[in-house]
């Protein structure tokens, strides 16, 4: 494949690892990162793919994404909700579709999570089974390298009271992306998914944290558990269990991805310890998904729809 430009909007961590990785390979030139109020002219420059790696909601990346794909780029996309954006706005994603059909270019949405674990592996997991069966994820990870921002919007550092409020009003979402992982399976296996319920509590610590870009106070979130499950003919069919704290010695927990996989004559267990890393996993998933979009046909697809990434 010819030599390929990648332009990065996102200062944040994962734009700059994203920038480094492929600044290390050959025939990868690279823009960027840039932050926010610098992004009109790199998503307008028309580079081989845009790299978007800022924010969560899919309505907060909609019109950088539509900016993009209109000047001829294809597009990664970070925010967990883009992984499956039928699910979030089935309106805005036809119309972002057509438009990437209409100028021949991919969008993608992925990481680690949503992105390969609670999705694009289980369906590979999923390829040695003839059955009908049940699925459990549990994810355990270590949040305490994470920016300030971040850790607030996942819930670290409040009292009950105000993690409960936060999660009233949408400011305290916990890792998000499960219902899009969830939808992402169910589609490509041809299921309808009836609903998910979904819970997120906070991890109170009774000690303070001093971490450096948010210090938590004894009696304060230093974690937070989420479950969410996917009901499938009325009945629960996908579990997918978090658990991210920032001191994880301190709460007895170790870092730990593990698949569940149930049926009449399955009865399977993936486990990966000390599980894949936050951080450099997505980085390397995005970096390594570049030549996977570039190749891929036109509009909005999925990591069902795409062989697995790779260096």
Known sequence: MSAVRVAIHGDGQLGRAVAALLRERDGVTVDGPVARPERGALLRSGADLVVIATTTLLADVAADIEAAVTAGSNVIVSAEESSFPWAVDRELARRLDALARERGVTILGGGVNPGFLFDAFV?????????????????????????????????????????????????????????????????????????????????????????????????????????????????????????????????????????????????MTCTIQPGIGAQRGSAAMVANSVRRVLAAGPGWVTVADLPPAHP
């Open 123 to 267: 369906l590979t997991l999923l390829g040695t089974t003839a059955e009908p069966v049940t699925l459990t994820v549990r994810r355990t990870v270590d949040l305490s390298r994470f920016g300030t921002v971040v850790l607030g919007r996942l819930g670290i550092g409040f009292p009950a009271d105000e993690f409960a409020a936060g999660v009233a009003n949408g400011s305290i979402l916990g890792h998000a992306g499960f219902p899009q992982s969830m939808e992402i399976v169910a589609h490509a296996l041809g299921l309808a998914v009836d609903r998910i319920d979904k819970r997120i509590e906070p991890l109170l610590t009774p000690h303070p944290v001093p971490l450096d870009q948010r210090p938590v106070a004894a009696g304060h979130s230093a974690g937070v558990h989420q479950i969410y499950t996917a009901i499938v003919a009325g009945r629960p069919w996908y579990t997918a269990h978090f658990t991210g704290h920032v001191d994880m010695a301190g709460a007895g927990l170790s870092a730990r991805d593990e698949i569940s996989v149930h049926g009449e004559h399955t009865d």
